[in-house]
T-cell receptor
């Protein structure tokens, strides 16, 4: 199945700093989403971005589908940005036995210190 | 529009018991997917239902099963619980199409098996 790798695994920054989170995937995709998991476990949708660039406030994301990677940018970090950020993809390769649902990376654990 | 809801939010069971979790998707969404999150394995896809039919299935034993009702609400059942089934179970809903299938997650059910 498709492989998803996120980097860095951990990131500690001071409030106000900018950060870039990376997601590499091993095959072509129909769907790529970025999520922020809050302390209670809920996955909050940040971007649906199988290709192209999107921006939402201090967050933006870019997916270069031909090179099989996506980047999540967080500018002017706030302590409320702390948490785990996941990249998840849905392969566009039909496996015959059914697709595998979203495949998640292991996440980037972001800590923003005041 | 109301989001994805899951009940119960917390469960404590003992080994050998069975458990049923419920998920109500966003109104108009016909696809419901289930995921298991553990510290060791991360987020893993269990199965997906669309129009009352299981369309996709992940790599989990037959003790894990599910169903979907005509109103798109879904249940998942785990029989003969094992300690390793302790996890956060997340449900996601989407429109279910192949070209656009952004998934939206519920708050999860945290299952503890003693």
């Amino acid at each position: 199945g498709i492989q998803v790798e996120q980097s860095p695994p951990d990131l500690i920054l001071q409030e106000g700093a900018n950060s870039t989170l990376r997601c590499n995937f091993s095959d072509s995709v129909n769907n790529l989403q970025w999520f922020h998991q809050n302390p209670w476990g809920q996955l909050i949708n940040l971007f649906y971005i199988p290709s192209g660039t999107k921006q939402n406030g201090r967050l933006s994301a870019t997916t270069v589908a031909t090179e099989r990677y996506s980047l999540l940018y967080i500018s002017s970090s706030q302590t409320t940005d702390s948490g785990v950020y996941f990249c998840a993809v849905l392969s566009s390769v039909y496996s015959g036995g059914g697709a595998d649902g979203l495949t998640f990376g292991k996440g980037t654990h972001l800590i923003i210190q005041p | 529009k109301a989001g994805v809801t899951q009940t119960p939010r917390y469960l404590i069971k003992t080994r050998g018991q069975q458990v049923t979790l419920s998920c109500s998707p966003i109104s108009g969404h016909r696809s419901v997917s289930w995921y298991q999150q553990t510290p060791g394995q991360g987020l893993q896809f269990l199965f997906e239902y669309f129009s009352e039919t299981q369309r996709n299935k992940g790599n989990f034993p037959g003790r894990f099963s599910g169903r979907q009702f005509s109103n798109s609400r879904s249940e998942m059942n785990v029989s003969t619980l094992e300690l390793g089934d302790s996890a956060l179970y997340l449900c996601a809903s989407s429109l279910g199409g192949y070209l656009y299938n952004e998934q939206f997650f519920g708050p999860g059910t945290r299952l503890t098996v003693l």
